[in-house]
């Protein structure tokens, strides 16, 4: 029983090494046509921001707790917002470390249906770049059910072209857009 949930979950973490060593950088972002179905939907996008400089909260987890003890989950959010940060900055010991982790991270989940060779871009823009779009895909051969599709705009991609301003989300099958998420910003 433990042999085979520990083989599950090295599954799982080799499934995420090999979906994240397949991110391709688009060189040349061209449109395409737009043929929206309900096969293929955004389920939940969840984005988050590591700076060098971490949040302050206003007030601890203890003290806000402490406070208002009518209230057991004030100062959630704060203890969240750290453990977002300890679990992306896990492992980096020296400052070059850290400063390749730094940027903005992207985690969309979504849900197909039917089978499908699907593919994910992520299309964006960053501070420095102002309105040059660029793009990463991911490939999914034969999907079906619940993803997730992870991208990260870190490192030397962050320091050089500065954080993402504004981006969105495409679910592509057979070069037609099926499924689209995007920021408030986005054109």
């Not at 972002?29 to 949040?55: G, H, I, M, W």
């Not at 206003?58 to 704060?78: D, M, R, V």
């Not at 857009?177 to 986005?186: D, G, M, P």
Request: hydrophobic letters at 40%; a positive charge.
């Amino acid at each position: 029983m433990k042999s085979a949930a520990i083989f599950l979950l090295a599954a799982l973490v080799a499934a995420n090494l090999w979906a994240a060593s397949q991110v391709k950088i688009v060189t040349k972002v061209e449109p395409l046509p737009v043929a929206l179905s309900d096969d293929f939907q955004f389920r939940k996008t969840k984005l988050f921001y590591l700076t060098e400089n971490p949040p302050k909260a206003k007030k601890s987890l203890s003290s806000s707790l402490s406070t208002n003890p009518n209230n057991p989950t004030a100062g959630i959010a704060e203890a969240s917002l750290g453990f977002e940060r300890t679990y992306r900055l896990y492992g980096a010991i020296t400052a070059a470390d850290k400063n390749q982790r730094y940027g903005n991270y992207f985690d969309f989940f979504w849900r197909v249906k039917r089978p499908a060779n699907v593919t994910v871009r992520l299309e964006y823009r960053q501070e420095k770049l102002r309105s040059f779009i660029q793009a990463r895909e991911i490939s999914y051969p034969n999907a079906k059910g619940n993803l997730k599709t992870e991208f990260a705009i870190i490192g030397d991609d962050y320091f050089q072209d500065g954080r993402v301003t504004a981006w969105r989300c495409l679910l592509i099958e057979n070069g037609h857009i099926v499924a689209e998420n995007r920021s408030y910003l986005w054109e």
